[in-house]
């Protein structure tokens, strides 16, 4: 029973880690091609106007962030699980805070959720 608990756990910790690893890094990507959507339009018109560059040279710095991170939840689980959780976090206060977007704001705070699930799971399954 214990073996099939530790390997359902690893099992578990493996999809949870290709997930969050995989996509931010097909997002980061998409942010250089534009295909699944037009990711200027979730720049805050206040925060747009504020920046020192385009909305696009944003995205742009964002989806470099998002390969790097994604890689790193490949690597290093925990770490990287950590890192995701707290950037989607960070999009679904700034999507709040521009007043628009509410479903988006509210699946990236489920999404950082289930990061930061990960990064507890890895924990119990891995030792990185």
């Not at 578990?12 to 942010?31: C, F, M, W």
């Not at 959507?37 to 020192?52: I, Q």
């Not at 679904?92 to 950082?112: E, K, N, P, Q, W």
């Amino acid at each position: 029973m214990e073996a099939k608990i530790s390997q359902t756990i690893r099992q578990t910790s493996d999809l949870l880690r290709l997930t969050y690893g995989i996509v931010p890094i097909v997002a980061g990507l998409d942010k250089f091609f534009n295909l699944l959507t037009h990711w200027e339009d979730y720049v805050p018109p206040a925060l747009s106007s504020s920046l020192p560059f385009s909305p696009h040279t944003l995205m742009i710095l964002v989806g470099i962030i998002e390969i790097v991170a994604g890689l790193i939840v490949l690597a290093r689980p925990v770490i990287g699980g950590y890192i995701v959780s707290a950037w989607l976090a960070l999009i679904g206060v700034l999507l709040l805070a521009g007043g628009s977007f509410f479903d988006v704001a509210v699946r990236d705070f489920v999404m950082a959720i289930g990061a930061f699930s990960l990064t507890r799971i890895a924990k119990l399954a891995h030792k990185y």
